[in-house]
């Protein structure tokens, strides 16, 4: 029998790089592994362009198996300990990556801190509760239904002022609590819960990745928003709860963030 020494010498190489990178992704961080699958996941997308199913679910399983310890967070830290109690808690925001492709932070809520309804133009989201418990409420638009207010579909005033001005109609997507550890949370530019607000009920920690970020010059801007009851509209009886309207408002006066140097294990970028 004759032995093929290059063809031996050829897998023999090929089964030791497979041990290398085996043993390097044992060893990488998992900050770092996060860094690198973003840089895959968005690497040929834009603005309202999803990643595939493919590169979601890579991405999606990086970030479910991680929690505070992974970027050097823990509950009892002074981000999430409320220093005024006259306002809101003020919530800090760590800085990891920003490219023109995708973003990378962490949102450091104390307990009661709220991030107001909100949405995310034409961008693909992935958010993961380190620890901590939160309650998520998220709306997408609905388009089968009256976009204005109608005599059968009048919106509350609710002390608004002229409540049926730049008023669009949305569908409850999600109205849930939960408590770490949990699955990661992805939103999509038209479906999904594109407009969402958490409430902090213990201290919480959110990791955020945006793909891509907000850019104002691009005309990705970060819109607030109200949300309210309608007294009634053309749908089921039971099925009222599912729906509310929104109307666009200014970044609230008692929302403070503030920005904090980011301090856990590093990226190579």
């Not at 010498?9 to 041990?19: A, L, N, V, W």
């Not at 579909?153 to 408590?179: C, H, Q, Y």
């Amino acid at each position: 029998m004759r032995i093929d020494k290059n063809l031996c010498e050829r897998r023999g190489r090929e089964y030791s790089d497979s041990k290398k990178n085996r043993r390097r992704q044992k060893m990488i961080s998992p900050v770092q592994r996060l860094y690198e699958t973003c840089k895959e996941t968005f690497a040929n997308c834009g603005p309202g362009v999803v990643p595939s199913a493919e590169k979601i679910e890579r991405l999606k399983e990086v970030l479910d198996t991680m929690a505070g310890a992974d970027v050097g967070l823990r509950p009892n830290m002074p981000y999430f300990k409320s220093i005024r109690y006259d306002r809101p808690p003020t919530i800090t925001y760590l800085h990891l990556h920003e490219c023109q492709k995708f973003s990378i932070g962490i949102f450091c809520l104390p307990p009661s801190a709220v991030i107001p309804l909100h949405d995310h133009p034409g961008m693909t989201v992935f958010s993961k509760l380190l620890f901590g418990e939160m309650h998520i409420k998220s709306y997408d638009w609905v388009d089968n239904l009256p976009a204005e207010p109608t005599p059968l579909a009048k919106p509350l005033d609710n002390g608004l002022g002229d409540a049926t001005t730049g008023i669009r109609l949305a569908e409850v997507k999600m109205n849930s609590a939960f408590r770490a550890p949990c699955k990661t949370s992805i939103l999509y530019p038209a479906d999904g819960g594109n407009m969402h607000c958490f409430t902090a009920k213990t201290a919480c920690a959110v990791l955020d990745v945006l793909g891509p970020p907000y850019c104002e010059p691009e005309g990705r801007h970060c819109q607030y928003y109200y949300d309210f009851p309608f007294s009634n509209i053309s749908v089921p009886e039971d099925q009222k709860g599912d729906y509310a309207w929104l109307k666009e408002r200014e970044k609230p006066d008692d929302l403070t963030v503030v920005g904090a140097l980011y301090k856990g294990p590093k990226m190579v970028k």
